[in-house]
Nanobody
Framework: QLQLVESGGGLVQPGGSLRLSCVLS????????IGWFRQAPGEGREGVSC????????NYANSVKGRFTVSRDNAKNTVYLQMNSVKPEDTGDYYC??????????????????????????WGKGTLVTVSS
């Protein structure tokens, strides 16, 4: 069974920081790319970041590049999303997901994991992040 459980959401002021965690079941740990997606009120779900099973390959949406960092601690079965310099437009429900591994390559980006809703085999239930003063 593929299980993912998010935590760490809450209220944060603009410019502040927050770290989200996603605890994974053993069945997810060694095979799947883990993706972070978010959904703002009234909007569709968008990909934010992903990380490969060995932690060496990542990808970020342009809107969060330079502000968010994805990492994983396989000893703790946990993937993290460190959110710095947050903005009101970062508000939304954040979901981690088990993505079937797809690694792409470009001459400018090198190797990167592909953030694709169609590649998700299992979703967590989400954690709410609210950025407001």
């Amino acid at each position: 069974q593929l299980q993912l459980v998010e935590s760490g959401g809450g209220l944060v002021q603009p410019g502040g920081s927050l770290r989200l965690s996603c605890v994974l079941s053993e069945s997810v740990m060694n095979y799947y790319v883990i993706g972070w997606f978010r959904q703002a009120p009234g909007e569709g779900r968008e990909g934010v970041s992903c990380i490969s099973s060995n932690g060496f390959i990542t990808n970020y949406a342009n809107s969060v590049k330079g502000r968010f960092t994805v990492s994983r601690d396989n000893a703790k079965n946990t993937v993290y999303l460190q959110m710095n310099s947050v903005k009101p437009e970062d508000t939304g429900d954040y979901y981690c997901a088990a993505l079937r591994p797809r690694i792409a390559h470009s001459s400018t980006r090198g190797n990167y994991c592909v953030l694709d809703h169609d590649g998700v085999d299992s979703w967590g239930k989400g954690t709410l992040v609210t950025v407001s003063s």
